[in-house]
């Protein structure tokens, strides 16, 4: 009977999708390479019919990041109707539809389609008998800069980055320069016209609900020179991951009709904030909070600090996947609010794990995962903070103490005695190496995914950055 209903509300779905598809030119397959970049093909909307839900549209998975080689190159992609929407940002009418990836063959999934991990997770979720669904809820800071260029070849290598809010454009002399700017560490959060970018970001969230994106608040962040934040509501694991993508798509489009160019790289400025993606997290089993406890800290149950401890003993090989970029570790340093110390806490945001207080609703409490940034793939980095947070709880890992004290303000000896997040990719790469079975319980991750992925993120990233000069290696070297 479950399987008839299922089968009954998947065909509801379909019929929903293609009502939507009516009304359309173009119909856009979307997926997501191993690296996280939103990937897509096209379609007139008279090709779209219910077949295609069934037996998918064929593509060539070798000129994809980390999927396949040239002699296993085809592949399809299956559309899930539930993520059918019109398209925000096309101005051509086009009905957005997000795939999963599989084997033209047999339709079988292939595994390294990082959507597949996610629901492997939340189905491994339910087979601990823990919980029945796990919610996230990432907090995407990002930037939005009037122009950006940058370059690196064999005899030179800059970047620059200029935008009106920027404090170093105070003493600019041109016509006309009408100040009110955000200083450094400032920008948190003054209304219009110092913050520039109101109606920008009410375009934004009009534009995510209307695709299906619930969200709650927007405002400027602390950094100068544009650094804002859009808040979504939380969601189921692999759904959050969905949202996650069409954010960045419409955010990046949208910010280009308006002149603007956006990114979500975690340290684009020196010496001002960074830009990170804060996770909520909780799990609920029988329509419950499993870590909520009147009479536990910060109202957490037992079985939310062994999550808690999962993470923080994970976290070296968790930051391999959640904070996976080279400028991941221009953030992740002591100052500027940055989560480097693996404690937790109720107020201290330089604590890797917070627990909000806002709220006295049982179904709002949450924990807070602060090291991640949006240069990860959200559904590796969602699926493997779960893992992380389940072993926890399977083995009973001891979180420790919380820390609700100021750890910058904390004696060289006290500092000394508190771990801290890796400084590197390449020691987060490490410890991944080392310590990634919590990953493959239960298959949700493979060895192989995260050996082509510790390859990837060595060579093509961590590699070719120490192959090349830094331009302040030249203010420290040139003259010795």
């Known amino acids: 009977m479950a399987r008839k209903k299922d089968a009954e509300k998947y065909e509801d779905k ?14 856009d397959f979307k997926f997501t390479d191993m690296p996280g970049i939103m990937q897509h093909v096209s379609v007139p909307a008279r090709l779209l019919d219910e077949s295609k839900f069934g037996e998918g549209h064929g593509f060539d998975g070798s000129s994809i990041r980390g999927f396949t080689h040239i002699d296993e190159s085809d592949m399809v992609l299956i559309p899930d109707p539930d993520s059918a929407v ?16 599989a084997h033209p063959l047999t339709t079988e999934r292939f595994e390294r389609d990082p959507r597949y991990i996610a629901q492997k997770a939340e189905a491994y979720l339910k087979t601990t008998g823990l919980g029945d669904v796990a919610y996230f809820g990432p907090e995407l800071e990002f930037f939005v800069f009037d122009s950006v260029s940058f370059d690196q070849n064999q005899n030179s290598g800059y970047y620059y980055i200029d935008s009106e809010e920027g404090i170093w454009n105070s003493g600019r002399n041109g016509t006309p320069n009408l100040g009110h700017r955000p200083r450094n560490k400032e920008g948190y959060f003054p209304v ?18 209307q695709s299906g994106i619930e969200c709650e608040v927007h405002h400027h962040e ?9 808040g979504m509501k939380f969601a189921n694991l692999t759904k959050k991951a969905d949202e996650v993508m069409m954010y960045k798509y419409i955010l990046k489009n949208t910010a280009r009709e308006f002149g603007k160019t956006l990114t979500f790289m975690p340290k684009p400025l020196f010496g001002d904030n960074g830009t990170g993606m804060h996770v909520h997290q909780s799990f609920m089993k029988d329509g419950k909070n499993v870590f909520y406890d009147e009479e536990g800290y910060a109202q957490l149950s037992q079985t939310a600090l062994y999550y808690i401890g999962g993470l923080l003993e ?167």
């Open 314 to 480: 994970h976290s070296a090989a968790l930051l391999g996947l959640t904070s996976p970029s080279t400028n991941s570790y221009r953030r992740l340093v002591p100052g500027y609010e940055a989560p480097v110390n693996l404690v937790y806490s109720m107020s201290n945001r330089s604590a890797a794990i917070r627990v909000p207080m806002y709220s006295k609703n049982p179904r709002a409490k949450r924990i807070e995962y602060r090291p991640p940034d949006a240069t990860s793939n959200p559904y590796l980095a969602f699926s493997a903070m779960l893992m992380a947070g389940l072993d926890g709880i399977k083995k009973k890992i001891s979180p420790g103490e919380p820390h609700d004290t100021d750890l910058f303000e904390l004696s060289i000896e006290e500092a000394a005695s508190i771990k801290q997040v890796p400084g590197s990719l390449d020691k987060s790469l490490e410890a991944l190496e080392a310590d990634n079975d919590f990953l493959c319980q239960g298959n949700v991750f493979t060895h192989d995914l995260i050996d082509t992925w510790i390859e990837y993120k060595r060579v093509k990233e961590c590699d070719a950055i120490r192959l090349r000069p830094h331009p302040w290696e030249f203010f420290l070297y040139y003259d010795c």
């Open 222 to 230: 602390v950094a100068t020179a544009g650094q804002c934040e859009i």
């Open 14 to 27: 379909v019929a929903n999708a293609m009502k939507l598809a009516k009304g359309v030119k173009m119909v």
């Open 192 to 209: 219009p016209p110092v913050d520039t970018l109101q109606d920008f970001r009410s375009e934004c969230v009009i534009r995510l609900e």
């Open 86 to 101: 019109v398209d925000p940002v096309c101005q051509v009418p086009t009905l957005s539809v997000i795939c999963d990836v």
